[in-house]
């Protein structure tokens, strides 16, 4: 009776889903009929954009504020910019169903964007539907946990992938009403360029892919891999990098980037 029960409220919920298909009320019915499925604490609908900063859609939280004010804009305004998620549909993500673990860089959870803000605002792990629409732009929808989520709970999200996805395209040809993106003035690379910026004008353009890679959690090693240099070569890149912008650890370069990141946002 209980599982009859529970497979009945599911049902319910995917009929909502539908009957929201082109509304404001769409996204919300998905993620509660997600969470059918799965434990999800947070959930966050957004249109990524390649070359500009994403556009909220929706925001949905079950565990009670992570901090008293709503992440969400703090995110769009540069945080993005250091998420693996974000990093995945810039190298141009297909459509599908993705987990945390599978595209983070490998020192992501000792990275200074996780323990800064990832873990306290989206929790201990995520997955996202993503689904491309167009050569520029892809629509998202995050779905995070405080604890990490079981084989069962993804193997239940990976299984409804594909309905999920089409729902999501469906609802994007009805409603045809997402805001476009602001002006950036050409932001291509905001990440290298506030690097460049912050640094003063000092630090190399390798200095400057190092610092990159760093932030969004490789470790030198895995830098060594992408630059096809060797991890003593980073070591050295490391310190010299460092020493240019007066600074001793990897938090202080976080913390010199966010800052630079805001001033920049600020004065467009």
């Known amino acids: ?10 049902h319910q919920a995917l009929g909502s889903v539908f009957d929201q298909l082109g509304t404001h009320r769409f996204w ?6 997600l969470r059918q499925l799965a434990p999800l604490d947070n959930a966050l609908a957004v249109r990524m954009w390649k070359a500009a900063p994403p556009v909220a859609l929706e925001e ?8 008293h004010d709503s992440p969400v804009p703090h995110y769009c305004r540069g945080m993005y910019l250091l998420d693996p ?21 490998d020192l992501f ?11 306290l605002e989206v929790g201990q792990d995520e997955v996202q539907f993503i689904l491309p629409i167009g050569e520029d732009s892809a629509l998202s929808l995050s779905l995070g946990a ?35 993106p602001t002006d950036t003035g050409g932001l291509e690379d905001q990440i290298g360029r506030t690097l460049e910026q912050f640094g003063g004008g000092k630090l190399s353009e390798r ?14 090693k895995a830098v060594a891999q992408q630059l096809s240099i060797s991890p ?30 805001m001033d920049e946002q600020k004065s467009h």
């Open 1 to 10: 009776m209980e599982a009859l029960l529970k497979e009945m409220q599911l």
């Open 207 to 220: 200095e400057a892919e190092i610092a990159r890679l760093t932030l969004r959690g490789y470790s030198s």
């Open 146 to 180: 405080l604890q990490p989520f079981d084989a069962l709970a993804l193997g239940r999200l990976q299984t409804v992938s594909c309905w999920v996805l089409s729902a999501m395209k469906r609802h994007w040809q009805i409603s045809q009403d997402q805001p476009s």
């Open 60 to 67: 949905c939280t079950f565990a009670g504020p992570l901090q």
């Open 232 to 261: 003593e070569t980073v070591k050295t890149h490391k310190r010299k990098l460092y020493t240019k912008l007066g600074i001793a650890s990897h938090t202080d370069l976080f913390s010199c980037f966010i800052a630079e990141l």
């Open 109 to 119: 959870r000792s990275s200074e964007y996780y323990q800064s803000y990832f873990s």
């Open 28 to 33: 919300r019915a998905l993620v509660l009929a």
């Open 85 to 105: 998620f974000y990093q995945t549909v810039r190298e141009g993500a297909e459509r599908g169903f993705y987990v945390l673990e599978q595209i983070a860089p």
